[in-house]
């Protein structure tokens, strides 16, 4: 075991929601990945000209948030609302707020753009005279672009009183948010925890992806010999988090433990030897009190591009050897940043319910240099461990162990 980490109390998944490319709940989510039917496709997003494919979440410019929701209506915060209303989500945390009360459930929701199309949209309709930026968007500044407004506006609709925080840390961000939620509820300050991430796509991350030739013109094909780039998506997730000391339901998901690095490498290119990474994954491990040996299953961050899978297969595979099926799944659902963490480990979550392991979608040969067991094609059978890893930009680094409780 790692120095300094100790087992943790698993946390179990009482409920959970999954909006993505692919569906709008878990089940249509879930579907997607058995059937093997990418959310990809040619970039539809505003009038951007670039040639990649992109995940977009469709009938989010086709309504506004009304009535006291007004002032947060932004694209980001009404994906937010429509992941809320699947999979009897909102209906679960008023059960939650019956047993703790308001007061005692925090809201931990992880970012990396916020409503940040709203600052672009305004940009271009500032006044051709003066440059000012409309009012529309100066009084609700801090409702919508402001990082802060997903945790407000989660709050606001699930009526909650307790601790609430939005981390942004790249891509890892909602996979940090399981870390923190564990860390409030050990030491008692809440007694629940509505953890969660929403990213939605934005012309800044579209050109900026782009500009770094980072984007691929087809569908991302992860770990696959001739991968050229990612594909951007969006998506949102929510699950809550209890204590399994208080809720213990057998074959419920949980969180078993979870690593968290940071490389301090470089402001882009992860470590060339995976070093952070070890370090998270070696951590998750601990903190679950499992050996490597015991995971069966591992949803790699798998970006496609060249770096990343290869710095991930030397991290993975000087932990866990060839053992262990390996595979990226944003060839179904794109790379939705901020909202990776959230989006993986609910994938994963949903892996260990019905026995799937997805093999790594549009992966026609798998890179030679690869030594990892990287699946191409799905796999049926009972798993109990798997391992969820996002790293993002900057070196945070963050790795979950979730599986199921006997």
């Known amino acids: 075991m790692p120095p300094n980490v100790q087992p943790m109390t698993p946390l179990t998944l009482t409920a959970y929601t999954l909006v993505t490319a692919n569906g709008r709940g878990v089940g249509p989510v879930f579907q997607a990945?058995?059937?093997?039917?990418?959310?990809?496709?040619?970039?539809?997003?505003?009038?951007?000209?670039?040639?990649?494919?992109?995940?977009?979440?469709?009938?989010?410019?086709?309504?506004?948030?009304?009535?006291?929701?007004?002032?947060?209506?932004?694209?980001?915060?009404?994906?937010?609302?429509?992941?809320?209303?699947?999979?009897?989500?909102?209906?679960?945390?008023?059960?939650?707020?019956?047993?703790?009360g308001t007061h005692r459930i925090a809201v931990v929701m992880g970012t990396s753009t916020s409503g940040i199309l709203e600052t672009e949209q305004a940009y271009r309709a500032r006044d051709p005279r003066t440059d000012f930026l409309p009012t529309w968007y100066t009084s609700r500044y801090r409702y919508t672009h402001n990082m802060f407004s997903l945790g407000d506006f989660v709050r606001t609709c699930l009526g909650l009183q307790g601790p609430a925080m939005v981390i942004s840390t790249a891509c890892s961000s909602s996979a940090k948010v399981f870390t923190t939620a564990a860390?409030?509820?050990?030491?008692?300050?809440?007694?629940?925890?509505?953890?969660?991430?929403?990213?939605?796509?934005?012309?800044?991350?579209?050109?900026?992806?782009?500009?770094?030739?980072?984007?691929?013109?087809?569908?991302?094909?992860?770990?696959?010999?001739?991968?050229?780039?990612?594909?951007?998506?969006?998506a949102a997730g929510f699950a809550l988090l209890e204590s399994s000391e208080r809720v213990s339901r057998r074959g419920s998901v949980a969180l078993l433990g979870y690593g968290e690095s940071t490389d301090g490498y470089h402001m882009s290119h992860p470590h060339p030897e995976g070093a952070g990474a070890i370090h998270a994954i070696r951590d998750s491990l601990g903190r679950a009190g499992l050996r490597p040996e015991e995971i069966e299953y591992v949803n790699l961050h798998g970006t496609a591009t060249r770096a990343n899978d290869s710095v991930e297969d030397k991290a993975v595979y000087s932990i866990f050897g060839a053992r262990p099926a390996c595979s990226s799944t944003k060839g179904w659902t794109g790379h939705t940043l901020g909202a990776a963490g959230i989006t993986e480990a609910l994938i994963s979550a949903l892996c260990l319910t019905h026995g799937l392991i997805p093999g790594t979608l549009n992966c026609r040969r798998v890179d030679a240099s690869l030594r990892s067991r990287i699946l191409r094609e799905n796999q049926i059978g009972s798993l109990a461990c798997v391992v969820s890893n996002i790293f993002g930009f900057g070196g945070n680094n963050c790795s979950l162990v979730l599986g199921k409780l006997s």
Request: hydrophobic content about 35%; some cysteine; glycine content about 10%.
């Open 33 to 100: 990945l058995r059937e093997r039917r990418s959310g990809l496709k040619p970039c539809d997003f505003e009038d951007i000209p670039l040639k990649t494919c992109i995940g977009r979440v469709e009938g989010l410019e086709d309504f506004s948030l009304g009535n006291e929701l007004e002032k947060f209506d932004c694209r980001n915060n009404r994906l937010a609302w429509l992941g809320l209303q699947q999979d009897g989500f909102m209906v679960a945390v008023a059960e939650a707020k019956q047993r703790y």
């Open 183 to 234: 860390r409030l509820l050990q030491v008692g300050l809440c007694d629940a925890v509505i953890v969660g991430g929403v990213d939605s796509l934005c012309l800044t991350t579209l050109y900026g992806f782009s500009a770094l030739q980072l984007l691929s013109a087809s569908p991302c094909r992860p770990c696959d010999e001739d991968r050229d780039g990612l594909s951007l998506g969006e």
